[in-house]
């Protein structure tokens, strides 16, 4: 089974409706950086996504590393910051899609939002 986990900082505590929209470009992002088999094979079955928390920048950056590290294809999104943050702010990760057990293993003490 394939899935992809997006991760969300708390410490920006945005708007639900920010923080949707950022969700969104990273998935998007990760999906387009992926490869197409993997992509292929996680629409198939369901295209299953997962949405974490994390408390901040330098924790989200450590899973992004830990993913790249394992070969994992992620995106980070950098915000334009017109709206609620300032300019470059990174909001949020995404990893994969890919193996589930891959995803967990980076994932698994993350709760969900």
Same mark, same amino acid.
Not at 21 to 49: C, P, T, Y
């Given at each position: 089974m394939?899935?992809?986990?997006? =991760? @969300?900082?708390?410490?920006?505590?945005?708007?639900?409706?920010?923080?949707s929209? &950022?969700? /969104?470009?990273?998935?998007v992002r990760a999906?387009?950086?992926?490869?197409k088999k993997k992509i292929q094979d996680w629409n198939e079955q369901g295209m299953a996504? =997962? @949405?974490l928390k994390t408390e901040n920048e330098k924790t989200m950056l450590k899973l992004? &590393?830990? /993913?790249?590290?394992n070969n994992i294809k992620t995106a980070m999104i950098t915000d334009?910051?017109?709206?609620?943050?300032?300019?470059?702010?990174?909001?949020? =990760?995404?990893?994969?899609?890919?193996e589930e057990e891959k995803i967990d293993?980076?994932?698994?003490s993350l709760k969900l939002i």
């Amino acid at each position: 089974m394939y899935k992809q986990a997006i =991760i @969300v900082r708390q410490d920006l505590k945005l708007p639900k409706g920010k923080m949707s929209a &950022q969700v /969104a470009h990273a998935s998007v992002r990760a999906v387009l950086n992926s490869d197409k088999k993997k992509i292929q094979d996680w629409n198939e079955q369901g295209m299953a996504k =997962i @949405v974490l928390k994390t408390e901040n920048e330098k924790t989200m950056l450590k899973l992004l &590393q830990n /993913a790249k590290d394992n070969n994992i294809k992620t995106a980070m999104i950098t915000d334009a910051g017109k709206t609620v943050v300032t300019p470059g702010t990174k909001t949020c =990760i995404a990893i994969g899609p890919d193996e589930e057990e891959k995803i967990d293993e980076i994932t698994n003490s993350l709760k969900l939002i």
